[in-house]
Nanobody
C-alpha cells in the first residue's frame, strides 16, 4: 500500500520560507514521478511543481518560478518543496502526489497523471 505523508506546513509571515517534505512508502520511490499541488479555499487544485523519477527534470508553475524549488532524495524516499519569498496568495493546502513514471523526461503537471496523494498540509502566509 503506497502512502504519502507530508510535513513542514505552518504559519509564516510574508517574505518568509518553508520547506515541505513528503515521505513515500509502500513501493520503490524511484518508480514515481512526484508533484506538489495546492488548493486554496474556493478554488480548484493546481500544480505547483513536479519532478521526474530521477530528479533530472523539473517543472515549476509560473506562480512558483524563482521562489519555489522541487527536489527529491531517492535514498530517503522523500520529495521536497522549498518555498521562499512567500506571499499571502500562497496560502493553501499543499498536497504531495506520486505518479507511475513512464521514464521519459517530462515531469507530469496534470492531476490525472498522478495515482497516489497525501493528506495535505496547510500553509498560511500572513501579511
Amino acid at each position: 500500500q503506497v502512502q504519502l505523508v507530508e510535513s513542514g506546513g505552518g504559519l509564516v509571515q510574508a517574505g518568509g520560507s518553508l520547506r515541505l517534505s513528503c515521505a513515500v512508502s509502500g513501493r520503490t520511490f524511484s518508480t514515481f514521478d512526484m508533484g506538489w499541488f495546492r488548493q486554496a479555499p474556493g478554488t480548484v487544485r493546481q500544480v505547483v511543481a513536479a519532478i521526474t523519477w530521477s530528479g533530472g527534470n523539473t517543472y515549476h508553475a509560473d506562480s512558483a518560478k524563482g521562489r519555489f524549488t522541487i527536489s527529491r532524495d531517492n535514498a530517503k524516499n522523500t520529495v521536497y518543496l522549498q518555498m521562499n519569498s512567500l506571499k499571502p496568495e500562497d496560502t493553501a493546502v499543499y498536497y504531495c502526489a506520486a505518479g507511475n513514471s513512464d521514464y521519459d523526461s517530462t515531469p507530469p503537471s496534470r492531476e490525472y497523471q498522478y495515482h497516489y496523494w497525501g493528506q495535505g498540509t496547510q500553509v498560511t502566509v500572513s501579511s
